[in-house]
């Protein structure tokens, strides 16, 4: 592995973590796995099962227990898409909905807590860096593979 591997690795690794830890499973109900579902089907409407599996990273059976528990809970819905009855939609509901923005509203303060400890002007130089990390993820088309995904941000702002 090369140091820019491992580099990438750490980073990311960290960002998740740290991500993971601020948000407790107390305060939304779910584990988070199943946030990250929920957040895929949210930002990615009218995602295929297979298509979900492979966004979040787990085998199709795994998912499709967890989604059984989510729809169960009211969380998600799925149905068969009308032009092929062999695939599998899963769509939004109102009560997973509510779910997404409380996970989107506690992922924005745990963040700004993180960038209130640093000084305005390193605050800037990371937000610049990150976009440039952002734009070079998408140019190596790790960010946005095979679908146009919205940010969960940008879904939030896109439902006011």
């Known amino acids: 592995m090369s140091n820019d591997d491992v580099l ?10 740290m991500m993971h830890r601020g948000l407790k499973q107390d305060e939304l109900g779910v584990s988070g796995l199943n946030a990250l579902i929920l957040m895929t089907v ?8 297979s298509e979900l599996a492979t966004n979040v990273g787990i085998s199709r059976a795994q998912l499709s227990r967890m989604i059984g528990n989510l729809e169960q809970d009211g969380f998600i ?10 695939i599998v939609n899963v769509q939004q509901t109102q009560a997973g909905d509510a779910l997404v923005q409380k996970h989107i509203q506690l992922s924005i303060e745990t963040i700004q807590q993180w960038l209130n400890k640093l000084e305005p002007e390193d605050h800037q130089a990371l937000v610049m ?12 088309e790790v960010i946005g593979q095979g679908t146009d995904q919205q940010t969960a ?6 439902e006011r």
């Open 77 to 86: 819905k799925r149905h068969h898409n009308e032009a092929n009855r062999r």
């Open 129 to 140: 860096h990150l976009n440039g990390i952002y734009q070079l993820l998408k140019k190596a």
């Open 8 to 17: 990438f690795s750490e980073v990311f690794v960290t960002v998740a973590q």
């Open 153 to 158: 941000v940008n879904y939030r702002a896109s």
């Open 42 to 49: 949210y930002t990615t409407p009218n995602i295929t099962m």
